[in-house]
């Protein structure tokens, strides 16, 4: 499988629109190449360089198998356009784009794609992305080596804002 985007190519910086300090929308994604077999498709984004532990942004699921993307803002209208979407880190259900702490450095964000031999999802009412990733594992590993791909890309550290002071904590 190959996973991608228009906005932004694999290992380059996100723009900033897709970001918290931008309109915080989802990006375009757009995948080919599925497994035979695939039932559904789960969607993951995440940032192993958060400081206490891997920060979960998104995790859309049950995503249709003849779904071949998600166009720019799909988190916004996910139940219109038939998928589901847990609760991330930022305790909000949908996509909450990267926010890396002031000062933190360069964070690196995995977009990953899941294809399950299922079309549900059964992670239990009102999800967490962690519960969500948990049972699409399970379930991926029915399918070939294939069937997981990740996109890996850049943010640019957040500077400090002239017009606010530096919290001592994160302010997303």
């Known amino acids: 499988m190959q996973l991608s985007s228009s906005s932004f190519a694999n290992s380059t ?7 918290c300090d931008g309109e915080d929308r989802s990006p375009p994604l757009g995948w080919t190449g599925a497994p035979a077999g695939t039932g559904s498709f789960v969607l ?4 192993p360089d958060a400081p206490a532990k891997i920060w979960h942004h998104w995790a859309a699921y049950d995503i249709a198998a003849d779904c071949a993307g998600l166009a720019e803002g799909a988190a916004q209208h996910a139940g219109k356009q038939g998928f589901k979407q847990a609760t991330n880190d930022f305790r909000r259900p949908g996509y909450g784009g990267p926010c890396p702490p002031h000062r933190h450095g360069r964070h690196r964000y995995h977009f990953w794609l899941l294809a399950l031999s299922i079309e ?26 294939s069937a997981v791909v990740r996109m890996f890309c850049v943010e640019a550290d957040r500077p400090r804002s002239r017009a606010f002071p530096v919290l001592d904590r994160d302010p997303c």
């Open 13 to 19: 910086t996100i723009p900033r629109r897709f970001t």
């Open 44 to 47: 993951l984004c995440d940032d």
């Open 120 to 145: 549900h999802l059964p992670p239990g009412n009102d999800p967490s992305c962690q519960a969500v990733e948990r049972e699409a594992r399970k379930t991926r590993d029915r399918l070939s080596p």
